[in-house]
């Protein structure tokens, strides 16, 4: 399974990234009630930082933005259980098949690497770009300080320098507009 598929199956919910159950049932080839049954079975393996129940509420949310989610998939009195990083490791132990253990390990790199990509966020090659730039006008600027004539070769190269940070500059503001946040928003007074 591609690590962007697994990716988007992943949630925030109070405050972690989590799967659904379902969802890890779909991929580790089980129906979510089997994953649900191990997991009562060996609940002692499964603390509250490994796994939670979501409350009707996140439940009602979280299906108004997840377009496949349907009530034939799960009962109404039933809410679904999330499972943390580490939860999704604990849960290879418990179904003990060769698919849960490789997908688990697939599951686990998808965590990894949103958290990387929110630790280390992109590189700001304008930003970069700019400071090169101001570093070789400062340089060009500082060797023919001393002498009275620059020639016209060195001129025109300080005012081609200058012309792009002006570009740079604006191309930087246009770039960085805040965009308007994706997803579902919470009704106030819920």
């Known amino acids: 399974m591609e690590l962007q598929l697994i990716q988007s199956k992943i949630y925030e919910i ?10 890890l049932a779909e991929m580790y080839g089980v129906e979510t009630r ?40 799960r009962p109404k009195s039933s809410l679904p259980l999330v499972f943390t990083e580490h ?40 930003g970069e770009l700019q400071n090169e730039l101001l570093e070789l006008k400062d340089y060009l ?14 001129q025109i190269q300080i005012e081609s320098i200058n012309q792009s940070l002006a570009e740079l500059h604006v191309v930087k503001n246009t770039t960085n507009k805040p965009r308007r946040p994706i997803g579902y928003i919470r009704p106030e007074g819920e």
């Open 87 to 126: 939860g999704v490791t604990m849960l290879s132990s418990v179904l003990r098949s060769d698919i849960a253990v490789n997908m688990s390990i697939q599951i686990v790199r998808a965590f990894v690497a949103i958290r990387q990509l929110v630790s280390n966020p992109p590189v700001d090659r304008i």
């Open 141 to 154: 600027e500082d060797i023919f300080k001393d002498q009275n004539d620059i020639n016209e070769d060195t």
């Open 14 to 23: 109070r405050g972690q990234r989590v799967m659904l159950d379902r969802d």
């Open 34 to 73: 089997v994953l649900n049954q191990a997991v009562k079975r060996n609940i002692n393996r499964f603390p509250d930082d490994f796994m939670f129940q979501l409350t009707k509420i996140e439940w009602k949310n979280m299906s108004s933005q997840i377009v496949t989610t349907s009530g034939n998939k």
